[in-house]
């Protein structure tokens, strides 16, 4: 599996395949709603729009592609990519589409009309990921060059680079907020970039081998990342400390999606499998009654303003 996407509304779930299909699944139950089979090779990406009623795949033959969700229709498709298209991204309000491909651009598209409306040009190497940032106002690219680039969705002119790591960078995602951007190395790490000052944050240190994907929670708070040592990880998004290590994937695990409630996340690997674990964080309450059931006491004053701030001063534990 190559890629991995949840709906807008949470009720289905696409994935990518190295058997030349791409499928519809119901998250809940498992079961295979559709397939869709009209790239010329193998398909390389999958992203829902706004809604869910359009589907966007990306294909090694060079192209994109716009079906009707429900019905399997092919609505558009968009050419001009001169290599495999790796990576898409549908704009915030559904109006604009981004592609990324191996021939070292990304390309800005009316998703309406399918007209071709900017060119980004400033990669030196193949590019694996694209993004648009929650305003739908900036586009994040990355690729092999080492670098992830900034650029006006509006104009196409390019606003910025990040560059530091070691390796190529695979993914990119932006916070739900837009202040920052978390970017995936083959180095081993992912760097989460401050946007303002355009200088890392902090570095997630962990994984053993290339970090192929990042993505947030749509509520923030945590950042997930996969890669070829077939781990799936965990991160706070404020302290950048690792919360939980999953395994179960055989061999690398491509793709990362967060569902719209924050409660799964969904793997996809080169295992041929796409795995949806169980994510959802406790609530304040909980969280300090689980506390409380630990330490056989109540909190100090130090400990209520660190984890409970704002809180009244009453006994937290029973």
């Known amino acids: 599996m190559k890629s991995v996407a949840f709906s807008s509304d949470g009720r289905a779930l696409a994935t990518a395949s190295d058997d030349d299909s791409v499928r519809v699944w119901d998250p809940g139950t498992g079961q295979q709603r559709r397939s869709f089979e009209g790239h010329d090779g193998n398909p390389w990406a999958v992203t829902f729009g706004p809604g869910g009623q359009h589907l966007i795949t990306t294909g090694d033959d060079g192209t994109a592609k716009a079906w009707e969700t429900g019905s399997g229709r092919l609505l558009r498709v968009f050419e001009g990519h001169r290599d495999d298209v790796t990576a898409a991204a549908v704009s915030p309000d559904g109006s604009a589409l981004a592609t990324a491909s191996s021939d070292g651009t990304a390309r800005l598209w009316d998703l309406g009309t399918g007209r071709e409306v900017h060119v980004l040009e400033g990669h030196s190497k193949g590019l694996k990921s694209v993004a648009f940032s929650p305003d739908g106002r900036t586009v994040a690219t990355s690729g092999d060059d080492r670098t992830a680039r900034l650029w006006d969705a509006g104009t196409g002119q390019e606003l910025g680079v990040l560059e530091g790591q070691w ?67 965990l991160w706070e998004s404020v302290s950048g400390q690792e919360r939980a290590t999953f395994t179960g994937h055989s061999g690398i695990v491509r793709a990362l999606a967060f569902s719209p409630d924050n409660r799964t996340l969904a793997s996809a690997g080169f295992d041929g499998t796409t795995r949806l674990w169980d994510v959802a964080l406790p609530g304040r309450d909980e969280l300090a009654a689980r506390i409380c059931r630990s330490i056989d006491r109540d909190f100090t004053a130090e400990e209520r303003s660190i984890h409970l701030p704002g809180q009244d001063p009453e006994p937290v534990c029973p």
């Open 167 to 233: 390796g190529g960078i695979d993914s990119v995602a932006f916070s739900p907020d837009g202040s920052a951007l978390a970017t995936a190395s083959s180095d081993h790490t992912t760097w989460l970039w401050d946007l303002a000052s355009m200088r890392p944050r902090y570095t997630l240190v962990g994984h053993e081998k290339a970090v192929q994907a990042v993505v947030f929670s749509p509520d923030g708070r945590t950042i997930a990342t996969a890669g070829a040592d077939g781990t799936v990880r």
